[in-house]
């Protein structure tokens, strides 16, 4: 109503700046943020990430051969992106016939041959998808029944807990390599025994670590909350408790990779002939064992060991990132 | 913080994390990018620094190193030990420490371990060279008198040594006799330390391999050989005679073989006819007649026999042999632990499985090293089941003679010899090329189809396997594997995708089985284990190589063949008692097994279903190369197992310049 | 305190008793494999082939009492342990107690120089990287520690071995084995002598020390790390204590608490992964001898080993318990 009568002054106050949500950070830059804070990490992510590489492929992803069929692992995977020939394409000399075994590094073989005159770096990049696939399926289910088991005990307490520790003592009073070497000597070589060996003997140490968290999660105030509003202990447990504890088990689950990959190697150097052949790091390893680079086989040993060596590196490192940056008590200040 | 930033801030100035950062993103990155571009085709491949492969194509098989091959001769080069220069304990390593099957002398299978019992236990006869297959008497006192017919021998006199007697703990000072697991033998087996072997023993030991009564008739393994022997009869104390059902040629291998050990009856528990059951304590029942006694065997980390000083010494007792206090052979696998115990001169002679390069390194830069080189006689083979054994039933697809051919064209030997052994291999034939005297010429093998390794050759080989397995229907073909040793499983992979290209087959992803199952699900019906790929043990005589497997009812004829022709030669084989003769009834046997015609002079267009052509698949053996210090006098090397009782002539030269260093 | 302890123990034997039951149902599962190689079935024999063959594994299966009902079995297996009897191995036909006993030794020496190895490298590592948090020399000793963890075990020892070999010119003793103590469980009947038994314990020690020194590193390092975040610590800087003081009078001794519980752990894996390095470096330990026997499925020797390493292990947290109990007064209350 003063409007007409006033002339126009510039405000004292500034005009009211459009408000608006903060932006988010666009996932370049939270990648960038993570990375700055964490190189190590970083580092130990971009490991884990070639390692994916190595494993994934499509069917029509071809460097090299083509023509040759690609190695399933029981289901359609194609030939990994990083691999340059097949896995189990023997190479001959053109003149004398016979296989190029255990050559130096060339041009044609980064890392040379192992002793079927077969690619050393395509059987590197091939092995990764056999360690992976172990990897992920024994976490899987150490990770799932493990949590389960450490859940439900700390949850409930009392003497259930108690029995069930117990329980889960003996099992972990087994020496686990020689379990490993037993349940893989009751079956013929399979990917499925090795996979469940190493989960069955992995499932303590996660209900461990699980259970302590939860000992402490289930004090907090939340918890109390929802059991007051009538949640069951099963909705509690899942929905409630079993978010908050995520971090952990994201810890645990990447630490827990580099664990089982030296497990699969050590398996393979006890008994060979119990695992299966498909191109392994620990396989590989197993063979040329003795030699160190410049020997020839050197490179394959070299191949195989800093491959179990990285990638046992690169999850470790993401791992500790990903609970230094996930755990608020571990924050610098 | 208290403390001082100083430092801190310094490095932080210096390293910050980006820079850190930047420099592991650069390095990676181009790691990354050299992987994949990789860098263009073509190009040599270049050799390692050592020694480049013999040109293979056309030439050799013997591996990459000519053969300097040595063929077993025990006679051969013997010195005698110079006074002063007994004594000392041997020492090698090696699988003898290794308690696989079982410690009957009689009944194992296992040659690392019947080794021990060979230093510990005489046989009538023993082999002085597995090549040119001679023996000599052993607990003999000559070779066998034939009586009759000298053309179709079915009788013989053997007389026995006299004054042989067994082991006795308290011939030995009590320091070495309380290392005997042996050493309470006189309280367990009142009468037996000490006393002499008589025709009481021998018919004893022969009778228990063919008495079809005892409840352990199935675990001997030899029988098929001693029943040959229809009657054994003892003439006197000394002198035992021998009627065979007819003219047997192989007699004198059988009294020689590696089993054909002469054990003392006491030892054995008469109604369960074994020495071990519960609490039986086996080491203590080692009790025989060799040149050592049985020390102690620690599973899987030595083993440990001594010098017996009462031993009867063959032919020449005034030798005073054995020279050696005993030896020791130590379990260790291990290449490079191997080497390192040899380059300290902890062992004496160390040889190299499955990659043995470093031998040939040890050897250039010690030339003053012995070298020993040979073949062995064990050797790689497939088993199909042809016939169902029980029905007769036919088993496909392995019934099929063209896919069994076609897998031995297409099977690659030269893939399984450069991979396995790093070329160090011979190829094998249905008798393996160790036993030189009754084995097909290399130079005739080397021109059978699948044998041969030119480039235009090898095209017409494959050629005839794809249309081969066409022909036959190209079925799916699926392998079994053995887990031991442990480069056969190793090697599945490669062989398997040989096939697959090759034939343009269709194999599926192969089983991998410990021998056990191997064993049962060959002698099971078709659907069961239809195709095998394992290790065979080595066998000496002709007729072990090929009698047992393709003789209708023959005890290792899993493939339920039953081929008349072939029955007929084998017969023959049997009978015929004519060196030369016998070699060529052998070569048509050989010849036939590999679908050649009997005279070699091309191979056999169709095969009979009945044809046992390819049942058995025989792609190679390996060549060991081992070392020696000069110090170890006359050592030899056998293709087999169980010649340890040569370690009687063994002696260690004090006054070679390479003994010192060398402790106990 | 006291009743403590008593529930520990007694839980403790329980869990020793389900130990037990699991090794003999997971060594039952299929007898039928060690059967048929018992029976020497490894070649081939084909001649009257099915009967003979039937009757050696029923022959076989007698003889190792695999032909009783499993209660019966299972009955006879808890009596003969209770006793102390263990059997005797189906392979070489020894008395399992005797050979555990002899071979304890060894394994149990090599354990415990791991462990000493281990912790000698951690500490001081573990404490440096903790108070220079995300410096340099973290950074780098944490790489250094983890690219060790990575390395499998067997690789580093055989360079090792062979190294000193050809450029040291130097073999230890790997074909005398000497015991170090003269009292069981060190005595395995070879004779004393302190320095062959350190020439061949000392080179598998810092191998295998490495890698478990880097796991416990590592872990102590983060248990600092929280420790050095605690008012208790915070009043410490304030007093004006001096650094060095703070670190080992206050944050160290708590914070290697939960380190004894890890190691306690971490002997189980030292156990197991001994057989590597036994097999490399020839110690006769039980490594060896008990991998070959689960490859045959010997069950005696596998029974008796898994049932003693899980008793000592038992014993093992069991006496860590105790410790922890008494170190942190309020697990005792709590």
């Given at each position: 109503m003063q409007a007409e009568d006033q002339p126009a002054q510039p405000s004292v106050i500034a005009a009211p700046r459009e408000w608006t949500l903060p932006k988010r950070p666009s996932v370049a830059a939270n990648i960038w943020k993570f990375?700055?804070?964490?190189?190590?990490?970083?580092?130990?992510?971009?490991?884990?990430?070639?390692?994916?590489?190595?494993?994934?492929?499509?069917?029509?992803?071809?460097?090299?051969?083509?023509?040759?069929?690609?190695?399933?692992?029981?289901?359609?995977?194609?030939?990994?992106?990083?691999?340059?020939?097949?896995?189990?394409?023997?190479?001959?000399?053109?003149?004398?016939?016979?296989?190029?075994?255990?050559?130096?590094?060339?041009?044609?073989?980064?890392?040379?041959t192992d002793k079927g005159g077969r690619d050393t770096y395509s059987r590197m990049v091939f092995a990764a998808r056999r360690s992976l696939f172990i990897g992920l399926w024994a976490l899987l289910f150490?990770?799932?029944?493990?949590?389960?088991?450490?859940?439900?005990?700390?949850?409930?307490?009392?003497?259930?807990?108690?029995?069930?520790?117990?329980?889960?003592?003996?099992?972990?009073?087994?020496?686990?390599?020689?379990?490993?070497?037993?349940?893989?000597?009751?079956?013929?070589?399979?990917?499925?025994?090795?996979?469940?060996?190493?989960?069955?003997?992995?499932?303590?140490?996660?209900?461990?670590?699980?259970?302590?968290?939860?000992?402490?999660?289930?004090?907090?105030?939340?918890?109390?909350?929802?059991?007051?509003?009538?949640?069951?202990?099963?909705?509690?447990?899942?929905?409630?408790?079993?978010?908050?504890?995520?971090?952990?088990?994201?810890?645990?689950?990447?630490?827990?990779?580099?664990?089982?990959?030296?497990?699969?190697?050590?398996?393979?150097?006890?008994?060979?002939?119990?695992?299966?052949?498909?191109?392994?790091?620990?396989?590989?390893?197993?063979?040329?064992?003795?030699?160190?680079?410049?020997?020839?086989?050197?490179?394959?040993?070299?191949?195989?060991?800093?491959?179990?060596?990285?990638?046992?590196?690169?999850?470790?490192?993401?791992?500790?990132?990903?609970?230094?940056?996930?755990?608020?008590?571990?924050?610098?200040? | 913080m208290a403390e001082s930033d100083y430092w801190k801030n310094f490095w932080r100035g210096r390293v910050t994390r980006r820079r850190l950062l930047g420099g592991v993103v650069l390095g990676g990155s181009g790691l990354a990018a050299a992987s994949i571009l990789g860098c263009g085709g073509g190009g040599t491949t270049s050799n390692n620094g050592k020694k480049s492969p013999v040109p293979g194509g056309n030439g050799t098989f013997w591996g990459d190193h000519p053969p300097d091959i040595e063929v077993s001769d025990a006679r051969r080069e013997f010195m005698p030990a110079?006074?002063?220069?007994?004594?000392?304990?041997?020492?090698?390593?090696?699988?003898?420490?290794?308690?696989?099957?079982?410690?009957?002398?009689?009944?194992?299978?296992?040659?690392?371990?019947?080794?021990?019992?060979?230093?510990?236990?005489?046989?009538?006869?023993?082999?002085?060279?597995?090549?040119?297959?001679?023996?000599?008497?052993?607990?003999?006192?000559?070779?066998?008198?034939?009586?009759?017919?000298?053309?179709?021998?079915?009788?013989?006199?053997?007389?026995?040594?006299?004054?042989?007697?067994?082991?006795?703990?308290?011939?030995?000072?009590?320091?070495?006799?309380?290392?005997?697991?042996?050493?309470?033998?006189?309280?367990?087996?009142?009468?037996?330390?000490?006393?002499?072997?008589?025709?009481?023993?021998?018919?004893?030991?022969?009778?228990?391999?063919?008495?079809?009564?005892?409840?352990?008739?199935?675990?001997?393994?030899?029988?098929?050989?001693?029943?040959?022997?229809?009657?054994?009869?003892?003439?006197?104390?000394?002198?035992?005679?021998?009627?065979?059902?007819?003219?047997?040629?192989?007699?004198?291998?059988?009294?020689?073989?590696?089993?054909?050990?002469?054990?003392?009856q006491e030892v054995v528990d008469k109604e369960r006819d074994t020495l071990e059951f519960p609490h039986s304590e086996p080491q203590a029942r080692m009790i025989g007649t060799g040149p050592f006694m049985w020390g102690k065997l620690t599973n899987l980390e030595a083993i440990n026999v001594y010098r017996n000083p009462d031993w009867f010494g063959w032919d020449k007792p005034e030798l005073g042999r054995p020279y050696l206090d005993g030896y020791t052979s130590f379990f260790i696998v291990d290449n490079a632990t191997n080497e390192s115990l040899f380059r300290g001169k902890k062992i004496d002679v160390a040889g190299g499985s499955g990659d043995p390069s470093w031998v040939f390194d040890i050897k250039d830069e010690m030339p003053e090293l012995e070298f020993l080189r040979g073949v062995v006689s064990g050797w790689v083979n497939s088993r199909f089941k042809v016939f169902d054994n029980l029905t007769g039933a036919p088993c496909t697809p392995w019934t099929d003679p063209r896919l069994r051919r076609a897998v031995h064209l297409a099977a690659d030997r030269q893939q399984a010899m450069d991979f396995i052994w790093a070329g160090e291999a011979a190829l094998c034939g249905p008798v393996g090329p160790a036993i030189s005297k009754w084995a097909l010429p290399q130079d005739e093998l080397r021109k059978i189809p699948g044998y041969r390794f030119s480039q235009a050759d090898r095209e017409e080989d494959l050629a005839l396997a794809k249309q081969l397995y066409e022909q036959a229907g190209s079925p799916e073909l699926q392998f079994t594997f053995a887990d031991q040793p442990s480069y056969i499983p190793d090697f599945a992979p490669a062989f398997i995708e040989g096939l697959r290209q090759n034939l343009n087959a269709n194999v599926k992803k192969q089983v991998i089985s410990p021998y056990p199952g191997i064993?049962?699900?060959?002698?099971?019906?078709?659907?069961?284990?239809?195709?095998?790929?394992?290790?065979?043990?080595?066998?000496?005589?002709?007729?072990?190589?090929?009698?047992?497997?393709?003789?209708?009812?023959?005890?290792?004829?899993?493939?339920?063949?039953?081929?008349?022709?072939?029955?007929?030669?084998?017969?023959?084989?049997?009978?015929?008692?004519?060196?030369?003769?016998?070699?060529?009834?052998?070569?048509?046997?050989?010849?036939?097994?590999?679908?050649?015609?009997?005279?070699?002079?091309?191979?056999?267009?169709?095969?009979?279903?009945?044809?046992?052509?390819?049942?058995?698949l025989d792609y190679a053996t390996l060549v060991t190369a081992g070392v020696s210090w000069p110090y170890f006098k006359n050592r030899y090397t056998f293709p087999w197992f169980g010649n340890n009782h040569w370690e009687a002539n063994v002696w260690l030269d004090k006054d070679d310049p390479t003994y010192s260093g060398r402790e106990g | 305190m006291q009743q403590y302890i008593l529930r520990r123990v007694l839980l403790n034997l329980l869990v020793i008793y389900f130990v037990a039951t699991l090794v003999f149902l997971l060594l039952r599962i299929d007898t039928n494999y060690v059967v048929t190689q018992r029976a020497g079935q490894t070649q081939v024999q084909a001649s009257g082939s099915q009967d003979s063959t039937e009757a050696a594994k029923a022959l076989v299966r007698k003889d190792l009492g695999l032909d009783k009902p499993i209660l019966k079995q299972y009955w006879k297996y808890l009596k003969d342990i209770a006793q102390g009897d263990l059997g005797e191995s189906f392979q070489a036909k020894e008395n399992v107690m005797t050979e555990i006993g002899n071979r304890l030794g060894p394994s149990l020496e090599l354990g415990l120089l791991q462990v000493i190895v281990a912790l000698v490298i951690a500490v001081p590592i573990g404490i440096i990287s903790a108070i220079r948090q995300d410096s340099l020399v973290d950074y780098v000793l944490r790489f250094v520690a983890i690219a060790f963890l990575g390395i499998p075990v067997f690789v580093l020892a055989i360079f090792v071995l062979r190294g000193s070999a050809i450029w040291l010119h130097y073999t230890p003793p790997l074909t005398t084995y000497k015991d170090l103590f003269p009292f069981p469980p060190f005595e395995t009947g070879r004779g004393v002598d302190i320095g062959t038994n350190l020439q061949i314990m000392f080179m598998p020690a810092i191998v295998g020390g490495l890698g478990t020194g880097a796991i416990i590193?590592?872990?102590?390092?983060?248990?600092?790390?929280?420790?050095?975040?605690?008012?208790?610590?915070?009043?410490?800087?304030?007093?004006?204590?001096?650094?060095?003081?703070?670190?080992?009078?206050?944050?160290?001794?708590?914070?290697?608490?939960?380190?004894?519980?890890?190691?306690?752990?971490?002997?189980?894996?030292?156990?197991?992964?001994?057989?590597?390095?036994?097999?490399?470096?020839?110690?006769?330990?039980?490594?060896?001898?008990?991998?070959?026997?689960?490859?045959?499925?010997?069950?005696?020797?596998?029974?008796?080993?898994?049932?003693?390493?899980?008793?000592?292990?038992?014993?093992?947290?069991?006496?860590?318990?105790?410790?922890?109990?008494?170190?942190?007064?309020?697990?005792?209350?709590?």
């Open positions: 990375t700055r804070r964490k190189p190590l990490g970083a580092l130990g992510m971009l490991i884990v990430i070639t390692m994916l590489a190595m494993t994934l492929g499509t069917p029509k992803a071809s460097f090299g051969t083509p023509d040759l069929p690609s190695r399933p692992l029981g289901f359609e995977l194609g030939k990994p992106w990083l691999a340059r020939y097949d896995a189990e394409k023997t190479f001959r000399d053109e003149s004398t016939g016979r296989i190029r075994r255990y050559n130096m590094p060339s041009a044609d073989h980064i890392l040379g150490a990770t799932v029944i493990g949590t389960a088991v450490g859940v439900v005990s700390a949850y409930f307490r009392g003497w259930f807990d108690t029995i069930v520790q117990r329980i889960m003592d003996s099992f972990q009073a087994f020496p686990a390599l020689l379990i490993l070497i037993l349940l893989v000597s009751l079956r013929p070589p399979s990917l499925t025994v090795l996979a469940f060996g190493l989960g069955f003997v992995g499932v303590t140490s996660v209900q461990r670590i699980v259970r302590g968290v939860v000992l402490s999660t289930r004090e907090q105030p939340f918890v109390e909350a929802a059991r007051v509003i009538g949640a069951t202990d099963l909705r509690t447990m899942v929905f409630h408790i079993l978010p908050n504890i995520m971090a952990p088990i994201i810890v645990v689950f990447s630490i827990g990779l580099g664990a089982v990959i030296l497990a699969e190697a050590a398996l393979s150097f006890l008994v060979p002939g119990k695992v299966p052949q498909d191109p392994s790091w620990g396989i590989m390893l197993q063979q040329t064992r003795d030699h160190l680079p410049p020997d020839a086989e050197g490179y394959h040993t070299l191949a195989a060991g800093g491959a179990i060596a990285m990638s046992v590196l690169g999850f470790n490192l993401a791992g500790d990132a990903l609970r230094d940056v996930l755990d608020p008590r571990l924050r610098v200040g | 110079p006074d002063g220069m007994t004594g000392g304990m041997l020492r090698f390593t090696g699988f003898d420490a290794l308690v696989f099957d079982t410690y009957d002398p009689h009944l194992t299978q296992f040659g690392p371990l019947y080794s021990g019992h060979s230093a510990v236990f005489s046989k009538l006869y023993k082999y002085v060279s597995h090549e040119a297959q001679i023996s000599e008497p052993d607990l003999a006192d000559g070779m066998p008198e034939v009586i009759g017919d000298p053309n179709a021998p079915t009788e013989y006199i053997i007389h026995l040594r006299k004054g042989v007697k067994f082991h006795d703990p308290a011939s030995v000072p009590a320091n070495v006799r309380d290392k005997l697991e042996t050493k309470d033998a006189d309280k367990k087996f009142p009468g037996l330390p000490g006393r002499e072997l008589t025709a009481d023993d021998v018919i004893y030991s022969f009778d228990r391999q063919k008495n079809a009564s005892s409840p352990r008739f199935a675990l001997f393994y030899r029988s098929s050989q001693y029943k040959t022997m229809q009657k054994i009869e003892k003439i006197d104390d000394y002198t035992i005679k021998i009627t065979t059902d007819g003219p047997v040629s192989p007699l004198l291998h059988f009294l020689a073989d590696t089993n054909a050990f002469i054990i003392p064993a049962e699900g060959l002698l099971k019906g078709c659907d069961q284990m239809v195709a095998s790929w394992g290790f065979d043990n080595g066998w000496i005589d002709l007729d072990d190589w090929v009698y047992p497997y393709f003789r209708t009812g023959g005890p290792k004829n899993s493939f339920g063949v039953s081929d008349p022709d072939l029955d007929a030669l084998l017969d023959a084989e049997r009978r015929e008692f004519d060196e030369d003769k016998r070699r060529e009834i052998g070569y048509q046997i050989q010849r036939m097994i590999l679908g050649m015609k009997p005279d070699g002079s091309g191979p056999v267009d169709t095969l009979a279903p009945t044809s046992a052509a390819f049942a058995r | 590193m590592r872990f102590l390092r983060s248990q600092m790390l929280e420790v050095m975040r605690q008012d208790y610590v915070r009043t410490a800087w304030a007093k004006g204590l001096r650094e060095r003081v703070i670190i080992m009078r206050h944050a160290l001794k708590n914070a290697l608490i939960p380190v004894l519980t890890v190691v306690g752990l971490l002997l189980g894996t030292i156990v197991s992964g001994n057989v590597i390095l036994e097999t490399i470096f020839n110690i006769p330990g039980i490594g060896l001898w008990v991998v070959n026997a689960i490859g045959n499925l010997d069950y005696p020797v596998v029974q008796g080993v898994v049932l003693v390493v899980a008793v000592t292990l038992v014993f093992v947290n069991l006496m860590v318990d105790i410790a922890y109990a008494w170190l942190d007064p309020r697990i005792r209350y709590g």
